[in-house]
């Protein structure tokens, strides 16, 4: 079915919502941020919401925050409040952690590959690479997962 990403979210917020889902809004906004951007944010979260373990406590070591393969879809809020105080943070044993991106774009912060297992979220990012895929996406709407969108 295609849809624009703001009934994406509005949709996506009511289901994780329903499901008691503490950040639901936020984890709303940025599944419908990365489909709208052609990244599987559905998938992800749909993944993410059949994990057991949703929370962890990110406190800071030698390295960096030890992520344990808890989902990015359930921890990118709290790393984000983490890297505007600390200003950079070095992500280990990361899942997911391609759904930091819309936050880091949103709060104009750099961040490493986040496909993989470790990288680095802070610093200055000089340009939004992803603001005309938005609004194409706004005008043309997107092709989502009926199945998917169901699942949630």
Avoid at 27 to 39: D, F, H, Q, S
Wanted: aromatic fraction near 6%; hydrophobic fraction near 45%; proline fraction near 5%.
């Amino acid at each position: 079915m295609d849809m624009t990403p703001a009934e994406l979210e509005k949709r996506l917020a009511a289901a994780l919502e329903r499901r008691g889902l503490a950040s639901a809004a936020e984890v709303a906004w940025a599944t419908a941020w990365l489909e709208g951007c052609g990244y599987p944010g559905l998938k992800m979260l749909d993944e993410a919401l059949s994990d057991p373990v949703r929370e962890r406590d990110l406190q800071r070591d030698v390295v960096g925050l030890d992520l344990a393969g808890v989902s990015c879809v359930f921890l990118a809020p709290a790393i984000m409040r983490q890297v505007a105080s600390e200003r950079r943070v070095f992500l280990r044993n990361v899942r997911h952690g391609l759904f930091l991106l819309p936050f880091t774009v949103r709060e104009n912060v750099a961040i490493g590959c986040p496909v993989d297992p470790a990288f680095a979220v802070g610093g200055e990012r000089t340009k939004n690479p992803y603001a005309e895929k938005l609004a194409a996406a706004e005008t043309s709407g997107i092709s989502v997962d009926d199945r998917l969108l169901a699942s949630i």
